[in-house]
C-alpha cells in the first residue's frame, strides 16, 4: 500500500472533507448566496465572501486538465511509487482538485489531458484516512 502523508488535524475547514474521504465520499461547497461551487474547503465562499456554504457530495467522475509526472522524489513518502503523476482534475460538478492518476502503467504516455476518470479513496499503510486519487475509465 502507498504512504501517502495523512492530513494534519484537526483543521476546521477541511476536516468535513476528510470525514467524508473517510466515509468514501469526495466532498466539496456551494454558496447559498450566489451558487458558486466551491473547492477547496473554506468558510467562506471565494466568489461573494458568504459564510454560508452547504457542503455536497460529488459523483467523482471528471477529466485530466493536465499533469505532470514526478520521476524522481526524495520524500521518504513516495520512494516506493516510482514515477507518479500529479494532476488537475475537473470534476462534473465544477470544481478542480489537484491529485494523481493511478492505475496506469506508465504515467508519462498512459495519461491525456481531458481523459475521463473517476475517483477512488486509496487506502495508506499508515493512517486514518484513505487518499483520494484518480483512474481511468
Ligand atoms: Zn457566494
Known amino acids: 500500500m502507498p504512504n501517502r502523508p495523512q492530513p494534519d488535524l484537526p483543521e476546521h475547514d477541511t476536516a468535513a472533507f476528510w470525514e467524508g ?6 466532498r466539496y461547497q456551494t454558496c447559498n448566496d450566489c451558487k458558486e461551487v466551491v473547492f477547496t474547503p473554506r468558510a467562506h465562499c471565494t466568489a461573494c465572501g458568504s459564510g454560508k456554504l452547504t457542503t455536497k457530495a460529488a459523483k467523482g467522475t471528471g477529466t485530466v486538465y493536465t499533469y505532470s509526472v514526478v520521476r524522481q522524489s526524495r520524500h521518504p513518502n513516495f520512494a516506493d511509487l516510482g514515477a507518479y503523476s500529479v494532476a488537475y482534475v475537473d470534476l462534473d460538478e465544477g470544481f478542480r482538485m489537484l491529485s494523481s492518476i493511478v492505475g ?3 504515467p508519462t504516455t498512459e495519461i491525456k489531458i481531458g481523459m475521463p476518470v473517476k475517483v477512488e479513496f486509496e487506502k495508506q499503510d499508515t493512517g486514518d484516512y484513505p487518499i483520494p486519487v484518480f483512474r481511468p475509465v
Open 21 to 26: 474521504v473517510k466515509a468514501g465520499e469526495l
Open 104 to 106: 496506469v502503467n506508465d
